[in-house]
């Protein structure tokens, strides 16, 4: 009986960081799972930028790269193609995937609005294709361990969630004018970007939201033009000539929960203090839990003494191979995984679905599922009353 293992033919368009995290865990997932039901080859890379299309070859070794990204969907070896594009590029190019039958992995946000994630995820659905998205802090192993634990039921009944997502990557009032901060290019701002992580844990971890009554605010009204090439990361001059910022930079939530819990999210791209606190709190009426992407690698858990004479306090729980996929990266407790090794678990678990013929989860289902939210929580920021989330999926 051969145990040779079907091949996937990867396919990028669009190299810049995320793309080259995708390629970089691609190629890394061969040497981590051994017991993996596929292996990968990287076979075209679609990108406007020369000096990356080169990097594409020489330094991560695909087969070849293109300018053209329509070339990247018909390359006859290619069986998935991952968008790392600017937003609101993602419809036409993930449409034009699904319509060439390949499995397609999209970067959050699907889509740049609602409308054009409900759009994409018919397309894909009607192809039949399998599809993937971009939540990876769903892969953390701490985070499946809260998971684990909320679902065992050693938390009680969930009364209450806090979800959040502090980045400080636009707080800077000389950072570029990126596409980022623009409407047309990016569509929203950070309801788009950075919130759908914090609304799709809370999702994943007790549950759909129901109800939601929101907020937002641009602090940051006028950017400096940007130079060519520059990203978001990237900073102007004092004098320089700027631009208006045509999306949100903070958006916050009131919300109810399908199972009645009550629960509040924010996120802010232009806060000072927090570098990337993608952080939630979980409260039942037998414990909590709260992690922080900028300690990723601890989880603390607070647990009721029934007998009521135990110290209080929360437990810090540091990760180790004990828990879900860390042993794959370091063995032992307390020896630490990065960002990129969520990218490396989210890929393979992708990856494994794509090998298999079936749907992964999250996919441009869950994509829906955030943007009906989204959809809601622009209803309200418009009419300052609470709105029912209801599915904007197209049948």
């Not at 623009?182 to 759908?196: K, N, P, R």
């Amino acid at each position: 009986m051969s145990t040779e293992r079907p091949r996937l033919g990867i396919g990028v368009v669009g190299f810049g960081w995320m793309g080259q995290a995708h390629s970089r865990s691609a190629g890394r997932v061969g040497t981590l799972f051994d017991d993996r039901s596929y292996d990968t080859e990287l076979v075209i890379c679609g990108d406007n930028v020369a000096e990356r299309r080169d990097l594409a070859v020489n330094s991560f070794g695909f087969r070849e790269a293109v300018a053209d990204w329509q070339a990247v969907i018909d390359h006859a070896d290619v069986d998935v193609v991952y968008v790392t594009a600017p937003n609101m590029l993602h419809e036409q190019i993930a449409v034009a995937a699904a319509a060439a039958g390949k499995a397609v992995f999209c970067e959050k946000p699907v889509g740049g609005t609602p409308s054009q994630t409900a759009r994409i995820e018919k397309a894909a659905r009607d192809a039949g294709v399998i599809t993937g998205v971009g939540y990876n802090y769903r892969w953390a192993p701490m985070v499946q361990h809260a998971k684990n634990l909320i679902s065992s039921g050693v938390l009680g009944e969930i009364t209450n969630y806090r979800g959040r997502f502090f980045s400080m990557y636009g707080s800077d009032p000389l950072g570029l004018l990126s596409w980022r901060f623009l409407v047309d290019e990016a569509g929203h701002g950070v309801s788009t970007d950075i919130l759908s992580h914090a609304v799709d844990l809370a999702t994943m971890l007790i549950g759909p939201v129901t109800d939601v009554v929101g907020t937002q605010e641009t602090f940051i009204r006028q950017r400096p033009l940007p130079k060519e090439g520059g990203t978001h990361y990237d900073r102007g001059a004092p004098g320089d000539p700027t631009g208006a910022v045509t999306n949100e930079d903070y958006a916050g939530a009131l919300t109810v929960f399908a199972n009645g819990a009550r629960g509040t999210f924010e996120t802010s791209r232009a806060i000072i203090g927090p570098e990337s606190q993608m952080a939630f709190d979980v409260y039942g009426t037998k414990g909590a839990l709260r992690w922080n992407l900028e300690t990723m690698n601890e989880l603390e858990v607070f647990l009721v003494d029934e007998t009521n004479t135990a110290p209080r306090g929360y437990t810090k729980v540091r990760a180790g191979d004990r828990y879900p996929y860390h042993g794959n990266f370091v063995p032992g407790d307390a020896n630490s995984i990065g960002y990129e090794d969520m990218k490396v678990i989210e890929n393979h678990e992708f990856l494994t679905a794509v090998a298999a013929g079936v749907q992964h989860e999250p996919g441009f289902a869950q994509a829906v599922d955030y943007v009906s939210f989204q959809d809601a929580w622009l209803r309200s920021c418009e009419s300052g009353t609470w709105q029912s989330v209801d599915s904007i999926r197209i049948d």
